[in-house]
């Protein structure tokens, strides 16, 4: 008798404090279809192995949704997510597969919204003083514009598929700081870690304004940032410039997708 009112107790303490037990939430999204969307860090650019049939999407096998799908089996799985994608794409061309069965919805946009792949650019082939211009000119766009852009994506979600279980998952931070390292200057480093964090920042604040979940994958990937001894994102890929500032598929598998699995 003792431990079941130990056992009570715990239980109803945790429920209080909204702590769920993961995998119970995956368990219900599965009895509904699952639809991915979003951009390259959830169609899984860098990790290899892309589906010959998705183009330019470069949707991979190697990706979190994809792995999601293979190890919870929902009752339908849609991987729409697409490389380049904005949140203008995910509304002209990725919802069309959401519906009032769909039980679970995964997305990652923004990044290419706010200018991305040029930050990037600009970071690694100029000055500090630029490259922290550039920065700051997509941290403008963050406050003014992106908002209003991800709640245009979100309401749609919402329209289409009442039900889901939405999560709204972040970007990493890309450098450890602090570490002798070739390539960009810490200052840039700096800069670029605070704009990741500046932007998922305001992706959070957006995606809990709609009741979504945050998936933050910052914690999982802590340790294995770019500098790190067992990095899981790509620095300048010169083989495939594309895969540049993207997660292997060890980011795919150990920094997204166990924040997906404990979200569902």
């Not at 790509?234 to 997204?256: D, F, K, L, M, R």
Request: proline share 3%; hydrophobic share 35%; net charge neutral.
């Amino acid at each position: 008798m003792r431990r079941t009112r130990i056992a009570a107790y715990v239980a109803s303490l945790l429920l209080a404090t909204g702590f769920t037990l993961a995998g119970a939430g995956s368990s219900q999204a599965a009895t509904g279809g699952y639809v991915a969307l979003g951009d390259s860090y959830s169609s899984g650019v860098g990790s290899g192995s892309y589906i010959s049939s998705s183009g330019d999407c470069d949707r991979s096998t190697k990706a979190y949704p994809y792995l999601w799908n293979a190890a919870h089996g929902p009752s339908s799985f849609a991987f729409n997510a697409c490389s380049g994608a904005t949140t203008d794409d995910v509304l002209a061309n990725q919802l069309g597969s959401l519906n009032s069965s769909t039980g679970l919805v995964s997305i990652t946009i923004g990044g290419n919204d706010a200018g991305f792949a040029d930050v990037m650019t600009t970071c690694v082939i100029s000055s500090d003083s630029t490259c922290l211009s550039r920065i700051n000119t997509a941290r403008a766009y963050v406050d003014s514009t992106l908002p209003g852009k991800l709640d245009a994506v979100y309401n749609a979600i919402s329209a289409k598929s009442p039900s889901a279980r939405v999560v709204v998952i972040g970007y990493p931070r890309f450098y450890l700081l602090g570490q002798s390292c070739l390539g960009l200057s810490e200052t840039k480093r700096s800069a670029i870690n605070s704009a990741s964090d500046y932007m998922d920042s305001a992706i959070q604040k957006r995606a809990q304004a709609h009741g979504f979940v945050f998936g933050d994958v910052r914690t999982t990937f802590t340790g294995h940032e770019i500098c790190s001894s067992n990095s899981w994102l790509h620095s300048v890929n010169w083989t495939n410039i594309g895969e540049s500032y993207h997660p292997t598929a060890a980011g795919q598998s150990g920094g997204y997708l166990p924040v997906l699995t404990n979200a569902a």
